[in-house]
């Protein structure tokens, strides 16, 4: 998402032209072609799929929906075992209504169901805390702190989190809590916070053009015992 | 700073005309007309001044700097004092690098720095910790657990918090720490978050267009035992 005007093909042939081993990719973009052409697409190219964003937007208004979320979720899961991934990401989505702390609930009720079905497909799920900007419209979970509270009730090797430099690096807990995670962060996202800030949503910029403290973030996952590749995720249409 | 093209006078006025008996000032407003004279003119409308906004923006690159604001926050109590009001809001300031704790730490020694002169002027700091949305050019402090942190080296009639619902309603923690905070609480503003939000700095609602549960923070707050005004404070050029 990057390179959002790229199909699955052209960002994997670019990222083998440039000798980039790893891309994650986004389950949109994954179906315009279907999963197994994607995988074949990305093997082809040799190139591996870190990871697949994203599942998650577990809270709804009503139980139906709450129930059409999770099987979703199913597929998302499936998917990113097509793609010879290990890893899905969790995006855990917005509260229907006022109440932040039922959504919260709901998310950690809906990790919890995901969990056997994920480690049947030798999937691990990436609980993905986003800015505190983003707690009405995109995720209800907002710090490292509540990521990893839902994640300890779940053995190590399947629930963790999703370092994004973007949605943490604010947190003066950060360093703190990304030592808690331990081998439980199962990802590491980067870009930049410019000033002023373009956009919230579509405004974040490359690395070295803002004031997130990179490399600190990145001792701190280093440390943490994280050894995968790390992700640019990068939203911005001056980018791409 | 809700009514941004009204003079003191004229903002005074309208609270008198609906029974509003407090407003909180800013300093650019104040300035404006003068200190003696805004006193005089609140005063002769029957209002009282709740507090002053807003000392703080204590990091900088220099030094010299460094001192050149803490001096401007002498002159802010003086002005608060010279209001009538006992509370001085401070925003404490971004950094002035990529150094978050560095600038953390400042915050802190100029507020230890401060108090003295604020008890002498019978004036109290009241920390409001921003949204973390507004951590890289405006404050950084960003939660109610740094800002009663700080506070928490100080006598309690001296040093605590402001609770604004815009700035705080997303943490899962703000129940717990308006409690920790008790009689630290020194103020409260409401507005409300918008979905989608128009804009991060003038795009508040008003109370009850958005997704902020203020029946719950108010009962915090209560619970906590504040018992002073509550003040609206929406930044919104279609409200004013």
């Known amino acids: 998402m990057t390179v959002p005007g790229w199909t699955v093909q052209q960002a994997v042939d670019a990222c083998a032209r440039h000798g980039i081993r790893y891309i994650g990719l986004w389950r949109e973009k994954v179906a315009e072609r279907g999963v197994a052409a994607s995988a074949r697409a990305t093997r082809e190219a040799g190139v591996a799929v870190s990871s697949l964003c994203r599942g998650g937007f577990f809270p709804a208004g009503t139980a139906a929906e709450r129930r059409r979320r999770i099987e979703d979720n199913r597929r998302a ?19 229907p209504d006022r109440d932040l702390d039922g959504a919260r609930r709901v998310v950690a009720e809906a990790v919890a169901e995901l969990v056997p079905y994920a480690a049947e497909h030798g999937v691990r799920l990436a609980i993905e805390p986003l800015h505190p900007m983003f707690a009405a419209d995109r995720s209800v979970v907002n ?36 030592a808690r995670c331990g081998r439980r962060v199962f990802g590491f996202h980067i870009s930049d916070w410019i000033v002023p800030l373009p956009d919230s949503l579509y405004g974040r910029g490359m690395m070295g053009d803002g004031v997130i403290e990179l490399r600190r973030l990145r001792q701190a996952v280093d440390g943490a015992g994280f050894t995968g590749p790390i992700e640019v995720e990068i939203f911005n249409p001056h980018v791409a």
Do not use: M, S
């Open 143 to 178: 710090t490292l702190a509540q990521a990893a509270a839902i994640a300890e009730r779940h053995p190590p090797d399947r629930v963790g989190v999703l370092v994004d430099a973007y949605h943490v690096w604010w947190d003066p807990a950060v360093d703190a809590e990304i």
């Open 77 to 95: 899961i499936e998917e990113a075992r097509g793609l010879g991934t290990d890893t899905l990401v969790l995006v855990c989505g917005p509260a």
